[in-house]
């Protein structure tokens, strides 16, 4: 167990529909980013939030959104699926300084039929 | 904007023979990060390089930070089949706060 909880590890659904990926950070960082993985492929970087704000934005299309609440946990909100949108998406933690890297959660794997 | 590049693209092994992955960046970098992802594993990291030309081991694997902080390498002494896996380098922007850029990866098959 890496400390870094996303929910839920698979999701099939149909195009055109929206879901939500949840992430809870390890105890303690403030920062959380979002990757996309498709098949075969590298860590595509969707976005960052550090403390509740948005730090930095990637290759995040406008149909998906994300945020940091309060408690530190964040969502990614992807919306109008397409089959494209079929990937392993991943969620990453770090401390202030990410001197110990990022700690990344298991994945939710999204399959868009 | 940054590129992270990485070379090969995939590398098959005996083993027992060494394996090594390089990494390029278009920008110099203020450290560099290794990551290991298993077949249907996450990404798990690995260690960070932050000073020029610095050279760390673990166990049968060396990391280097070239010179220039633009380039970095790692290397697999005697390879084992617990070595397989993608091996990513990610590097963070000199005048960047805190995200990194991934490379493609390198993945790396060990035949027994």
Not at chain 2, 34 to 39: H, S
Request: glycine content about 10%; charged content about 15%; proline content about 4%.
């Amino acid at each position: 167990d890496s400390g870094v909880t996303q929910t839920p590890k698979h999701l099939i659904t149909a195009t055109g529909q929206r879901v939500t990926l949840r992430c809870s950070p390890r105890s303690g960082d403030l920062s959380v980013y979002w990757y996309q993985q498709s098949l075969d492929q590298g860590l595509q970087f969707l976005i960052q939030y550090y403390n509740g704000e948005e730090r930095a934005k990637g290759n995040i299309l406008e149909r998906f959104s994300a945020q940091q609440f309060p408690d530190l946990h964040s969502e990614l909100n992807l919306s109008s699926l397409e089959l494209g949108d079929s990937a392993l998406y991943f969620c990453a933690s770090s401390s202030q300084t990410g001197v110990l890297g990022y700690t990344f959660g298991s994945g939710t794997r999204l399959t868009v039929v | 904007g940054q590129q992270v590049m990485q070379i090969p693209q995939y590398q098959h092994v005996q083993e027992g023979e060494d394996f090594t992955t390089y990494c390029n960046s278009s920008t110099t970098l203020s450290n560099i990060q290794w990551y290991k992802q298993r077949p249907g594993g996450h990404p798990v990291f690995l260690i960070q390089l932050v000073k020029s030309g610095e050279v760390k081991k673990q166990k049968r694997l060396t990391f280097q930070f070239g010179e220039a902080k633009k380039n970095s390498s790692l290397h697999i002494t005697a390879t084992q089949t617990t070595d397989v896996g993608t091996y990513f380098c990610a590097g963070r922007k000199k005048t960047s706060y805190d995200k990194v850029i991934f490379g493609p990866g390198t993945s790396l098959s060990v035949i027994p």
